[in-house]
């Protein structure tokens, strides 16, 4: 009958489509993946050049997975927030050498010894414990 030959080209017609939306989806996916890792790269703001390329949903997307992770970040850490973002990379050391760009009073670090932070000072320190002082501009990291 007429019918009987058509359907190998209607079988046909559906495989390539659900090829089409496969290839599709995993394009989108890809995509997704890309976004996701312009957070960790970039930071919560993404240049204007990259913002360019986007469609208005991907920025929806990367906006509401800024929102996410941030209010992961804050939940960690016993309540007080922890910054996953930074030290992507392992450090070379635990201590480094930070030098004082202002009077900050006493630093206790974790052995209980007490640090007098005076102006032009410099002092071999924990890493994790110079970063907020030094994001705050009372310490800056010495390069040798």
């Known amino acids: 009958s007429k019918n009987s030959e058509l359907i190998p080209s209607i079988k046909l017609r559906h495989c390539c489509l659900l ?37 208005a949903e991907e ?27 930074q030290d992507m990379k392992p450090p070379k050391s635990l201590y480094i050498e930070v030098r004082c760009l202002k009077d900050h009073g006493e630093f206790e670090i974790d052995d209980g010894t007490v640090i007098l932070l005076k102006k032009n000072s410099q002092h071999f320190l924990p890493r ?11 310490l800056e990291h010495v390069m040798s």
């Open 59 to 85: 920025v929806q997307w990367f906006s509401q997975y800024k929102k996410s992770l941030a209010s992961f970040m804050r939940s960690l850490g016993g309540g007080e927030g922890l910054d996953i973002t």
């Open 19 to 55: 090829r089409n939306q496969r290839c599709l989806t995993a394009y989108l996916y890809d995509r997704l993946l890309r976004i996701r890792a312009l957070r960790w790269e970039y930071g919560s703001v993404l240049p204007a050049n990259v913002r360019f390329h986007m469609c």
């Open 128 to 138: 994790w414990k110079c970063e907020q002082l030094i994001r705050q501009g009372v």
